[in-house]
Each structure stands twice: as structure tokens, then as C-alpha cells.
């Protein structure tokens, strides 16, 4: 319900008032338990503000006015559950986005992680909120152009991750539409990408840096001993406390002197004992000190313990994107493999009509010789009037078989 019977839902979306307060706690609440049962996501920690935006908009889309009938046609439809959890968990991204950020993270971060990587090391990154993989796939790209530069031995294995599994699906086909050539340089599209039908794939030898996995930032443990946390642009769609609570799992997730890159809007807050500045436009930090101590102190935040129940649906989401990924790549090699059956047949029509090409060749030479044969009977006879003709021609000979 929105509070104060003078505005509609389209009203209030126009005007200057803070939206938030618009909607009633009982409307929130009725949101919020609507959206935990379909997708299993919490969103009471996200910002209200930007959240309202979102549901008035959907509530105009729906031709509605007041948040009440949207919330029964939420309870009633779940596609319009699905198009309110898509808008609110806001997917946009691009490669390389902020391209200024990425040439300094090239240069002070992967630069720093290559160079100190010992042989053989496997570097390991992670990349929450990773959405359609963009975002993943270009850092990739760097520490790929990097272990180059210095021919360096050493193994990249970055891990992306998102609460959106069909932004996670996206990512794992690596498929992404011709527009994608406009951020990225001709020779990053050349080496990193083919070309297909309606858009661009990702190479298999850059795929192979990347896994891709469901992870809710809110509820799932995090991973650990990696070297960088590339997370942007998620933080700031969140409560400030809730912030907090995961910046601390990055910090615990991070090894020695680990690496943290967040979003130009976002920040580590009350975490900056536990990280330095490394560049204070671009958001980029280094771990100086371990966590722990921080949650008896400055955070007081207890570390989490996983239930069997959310370390099974965590393996579950695991299963079934390495499921996704198995599909694409059955997918991949059907379509090589008709690719070559294709082929195949081409080679045999092409030598079927070699064939053909080379018994006409072998017809005009019978007849050709044929006909030198005459002639030099001819010359023979105009030669040596009423003395006959011996036999061949000298240097004509029959024509070999034909070979197929
Ligand atoms: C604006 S996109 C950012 C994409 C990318 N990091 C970038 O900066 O280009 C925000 C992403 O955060 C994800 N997200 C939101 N809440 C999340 C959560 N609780 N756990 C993990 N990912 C979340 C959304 O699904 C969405 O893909």
C-alpha cells in the first residue's frame, strides 16, 4: 500500500519524495516473503531506496496504481516475480566497464600478482557478482596478456560467481552479441573471441582460466586463499551493516597482502584498518591485516557457520552449473563435429567432380589421338601414294586407365 491517499504509484515514481517510505512495512514484508519463496533471495538487506524505484516501475509496467494490487498480481504470477527479481538485482555490465580502472588494475595489481608469482603457482581469483561474466572474462584477458609478456609459468584460475543463475548461465556459453566489438580492441577481438553467426564466443583457451558458479554473497561461504577479489558495482545495491559483513568474508577470503577491487562508488568503510589504499579513485585495496580480530572488535560480527543444509545447496548450485557447463561443451563439440561431417562431404563432392572433370580430359585425349592417328594415315597416304600404312604414330600412346 502506498501511505497518503493523494499519490498513485506513477505519482509518487514522478515526484521528489523519497519513495521508500511509500510503501507500507506490511507491503515490504509481503514483497520480500514473495521473493524469498521463489528464488530463495533475502532482499529486506537491500537499499529501499533504490528497491522502491524498481516496484513502483514495475507496478506502471503492470498498469497498476496502488502497491497492493501489485502485490497480489506478485503472490498470483510467477512471471512477474521473475521480471521484479531481474530488475531489482540490476545485471548491467560490459567489458573492460571503466576502462581507466582496468588499465590501473592491469598495471599495480596483475602486474604485481604475475611478476611475484612463483613457478607453477596457480593464482587464484575470485569474482562475486560477476553477472554475465564481462567483467570476469576481461580480467582474464589481462593476467593472459601478462603471463605473456614475462613468458611466465605460472596457472590463473579466476572463480565468478553470482546470485543470478541465468546471468550465470550466460556467462558459461560465452556468447555475447557483435556490440561487444566496441569495447574491446581489435586485437583483444581477434585473439580472444571467433566470430559466430550473431555475435562472438569466447576462445576455449580463455575459458579454460574461468569457472563459473552460483554464490549468494548474503548466505554462502566464500571462498578462499585467493590472491584478488574483483567485486563492483554489487555493495552499493546493499544495507550498509550487510556491506560490512561482506567485506569482512572478502578480508577473510583474501591470502597475505590479497588484492580487493570494488566499485568506484563503493568503499571499505569501516574496514580500513584491514585494508590499505592502493588507488583511491578506482577503489583498488591491499590487505595488511588479518579479520579475525575485527569481529571481536570493530565489526563484532561472529563468524558465520555453515548448516549442512546450506553447504548442500551450495553444492547443489555447484553441481548443476558444472552440469551447464558439461552441456555447452557436449553442445560445442556436436556442432564441431557436424562442422566436420559437413566438411566431409564437401572433400567428397569435390573429388566426385575431379572425377568427372578428369574422365572428360580422358575422352578428349582418345579423340585427339584419334584424330592424329587419321591425319598421320592421311600424310601418309598423300606422302607415299599406294604404300600402306605401318602401324602407330611414333610418341602416340594409348591412354592409361582412369583412377578413381
Ligand atoms: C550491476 S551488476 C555488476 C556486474 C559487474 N560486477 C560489473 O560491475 O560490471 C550487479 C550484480 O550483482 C549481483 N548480485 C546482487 N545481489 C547479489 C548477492 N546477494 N550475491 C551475489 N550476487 C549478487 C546481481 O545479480 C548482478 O549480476
Not at 513502483?56 to 521480471?83: F, K, N, P, T
Not at 571499505?268 to 588507488?279: E, M, Y
Request: with cysteine; net charge negative.
Amino acid at each position: 500500500m502506498i501511505q497518503g491517499p493523494e499519490h498513485t504509484a506513477q505519482e509518487a515514481l514522478a515526484s521528489e519524495v523519497p519513495l521508500a517510505p511509500l510503501l507500507s512495512p506490511a507491503s515490504w514484508q509481503a514483497i520480500f516473503d514473495c521473493l524469498l519463496n521463489e528464488r530463495g533471495i533475502d532482499f529486506s538487506s537491500y537499499k529501499r531506496a533504490t528497491m522502491s524505484r524498481r516496484i513502483l516501475r514495475r507496478v506502471g509496467i503492470a498498469g497498476l496504481e496502488q502497491v497492493d494490487d501489485y502485490v497480489c498480481l506478485l503472490r498470483a504470477s510467477a512471471r512477474e516475480r521473475h521480471a521484479l527479481v531481474r530488475d531489482l538485482l540490476v545485471r548491467v555490465t560490459q567489458f573492460f566497464r571503466d576502462a581507466e580502472a582496468f588499465d590501473v588494475l592491469e598495471h599495480e595489481v596483475i602486474a604485481d600478482l604475475v611478476r611475484s608469482a612463483c613457478e607453477r603457482q596457480t593464482i587464484r581469483v575470485w569474482v562475486p557478482a560477476c553477472s554475465t561474466g564481462e567483467e570476469a572474462y576481461s580480467i582474464a584477458m589481462l593476467f593472459q596478456e601478462a603471463l605473456d609478456r614475462v613468458q611466465s609459468p605460472a596457472q590463473v584460475r579466476i572463480v565468478a560467481t553470482d546470485i543470478d543463475r541465468q546471468a550465470i548461465e550466460v556467462a558459461v556459453q560465452g556468447v555475447y552479441p557483435e556490440r561487444i566489438a566496441e569495447a574491446l580492441t581489435p586485437q583483444r577481438l581477434q585473439r580472444f573471441f571467433c566470430k559466430e553467426r550473431n555475435g562472438y564466443r569466447v576462445e576455449r583457451h580463455l575459458r579454460k582460466m574461468l569457472h563459473f558458479a552460483p554464490h549468494n554473497l548474503l548466505d554462502d561461504p566464500p571462498f578462499t586463499h585467493v590472491s584478488l577479489v574483483s567485486c563492483r558495482n554489487c555493495l552499493i545495491y546493499l544495507e550498509t551493516v550487510v556491506q560490512q559483513r561482506i567485506l569482512a568474508c572478502f578480508a577473510n577470503a583474501l591470502g597475505r597482502q590479497g588484492y580487493l577491487w570494488l566499485g568506484p562508488s563503493e568503499s571499505c568503510g569501516s574496514l580500513s584498518s584491514v585494508f590499505r589504499t592502493v588507488h583511491a579513485k578506482w577503489q583498488i585495496y591491499r590487505k595488511v591485516r588479518a579479520v579475525k580480530s575485527l569481529f571481536d572488535t570493530e565489526c563484532n560480527i561472529t563468524q558465520r557457520v555453515y548448516s549442512p543444509e546450506q553447504e548442500l545447496a551450495y553444492t547443489k548450485g555447484y553441481l548443476r552449473t558444472t552440469i551447464a557447463e558439461l552441456e555447452s561443451t557436449r553442445k560445442q563439440l556436436q556442432s564441431s563435429n557436424e562442422a566436420l561431417v559437413a566438411a566431409r562431404e564437401e572433400l567428397q563432392l569435390t573429388k566426385e567432380e575431379l572425377q568427372s572433370v578428369y574422365e572428360e580430359l580422358h575422352m578428349v585425349t582418345v579423340e585427339s589421338q584419334k584424330k592424329i592417328r587419321a591425319f598421320s594415315q592421311l600424310n601418309h597416304d598423300i606422302d607415299n601414294p599406294g604404300c600402306p600404312h605401318e602401324g602407330k604414330h611414333e610418341g602416340i600412346t594409348e591412354p592409361g586407365p582412369i583412377e578413381g
